[in-house]
C-alpha cells in the first residue's frame, strides 16, 4: 500500500511542476486527508468487507480537487474579464503628408532590410 501511495504522490508531484499561468495548484496533504476521510467512512457506512481500498478513494479525490481547481479558475477568468475595461482601440489617422514621408524615408533606404 505504501508504494501506491508513493507512486501516486511522485504522479501528482509531477502534476503541479507543470502547471503555469492561472492553473491553481492542488494541496497534496488535503488531497490525502480528503482521501483518509473518504476510506474511513467507507469503512463506517459500509463495513471492512465492502468498503472501498485507499488507492479508490485517493483517486476518487484526485478527481474531485482536480474539479474543484477547475472550477477556481473558470471563476477566476470570469472575473478577470469582468473586471478588464473594455475599451475600443483609438483610430490611427494617416494623411497624406505622413504617408507620403514613410514612402520616401524607406526609399531613400535602397537595397537596406528595414524589417518589414
Known sequence: MYCIIKVIALSLSHQTKTNKDMKTKIDKSEL??????????SISVLGREFCQSFSACLR???????AEARKAEKEARRLMK?????????PVVFDAAMERGITE??????????GD
Open 105 to 114: 524615408y524607406y526609399r531613400s533606404q535602397s537595397g537596406r532590410y528595414c
Open 60 to 66: 476518487n479525490a484526485w478527481f474531485k480537487m482536480k
Open 32 to 41: 490525502f486527508k480528503m482521501a483518509w476521510v473518504m476510506y474511513k467512512r
Open 82 to 90: 469582468k473586471s478588464e475595461p473594455t475599451q475600443k482601440p483609438e
